[in-house]
């Protein structure tokens, strides 16, 4: 039986160390999934269910499409155990990325449940055509798609309900990530 100072790294201390480290890039990589699986779902809904994005719809997809590749780099980066810093930095881009779309999928459940006025290009009374002139400006410029109408529910909670939901649990993912790296020796 040997004694060990906690201030000294053991050799062994070290390799489990290096076996626990790449969780984060595991986390990573489910984040890109997550967010490569909600896009390809939104696309499913759109082009086999039938169902057409409202432009809420479209922006809440951006911030994935921005969250997906980012995740798949932190998730390169980790595994190959790069800088604290630079891993943390990503997770950080993820945790905003993903709360961006969670706040516009909460902004649009909430259209959606009637508790705020949605955009006035996809949601509302359209208002009086006045002359020909303004009827054909304020075609071009309203959303046939509607924010405010529900097209699909499931389980009670709509397409943006759901996105709410599941960015949320990435977003979480992506904030424990951080917090695993931050807690890694330098």
Do not use: K
Request: hydrophobic content about 55%; overall charge neutral.
């Amino acid at each position: 039986m040997s004694l060990r100072s906690d201030a000294i790294a053991t050799p062994e201390a070290e390799r489990a160390e290096d076996r626990r480290w790449p969780v984060v890039a595991i986390a990573a990589a489910l984040i890109a999934v997550g967010s490569a699986g909600i896009l390809l779902g939104a696309a499913f809904f759109q082009h086999v269910v039938g169902i057409p994005p409202c432009p809420l719809c479209l922006e809440q997809r951006m911030p994935h499409y921005v969250a997906a590749p980012i995740a798949l780099i932190v998730a390169v980066l980790a595994w190959r155990q790069a800088p604290r810093a630079v891993v943390a930095a990503g997770f950080v881009a993820l945790v905003l990325a993903l709360l961006t779309t969670v706040g516009i999928g909460a902004y649009h459940a909430g259209v959606e449940w009637g508790f705020w006025v949605g955009p006035s290009d996809c949601s509302g009374e359209i208002q009086g055509f006045g002359h020909a002139g303004s009827l054909l400006q304020q075609m071009q410029s309203t959303s046939v798609i509607r924010c405010d109408e529900v097209q699909f529910r499931a389980l009670g909670l709509s397409l943006a309900g759901w996105n709410v939901v599941m960015s949320a649990a990435l977003a979480a993912l992506a904030a424990w990530g951080l917090a695993r790296t931050l807690r890694r020796p330098a």
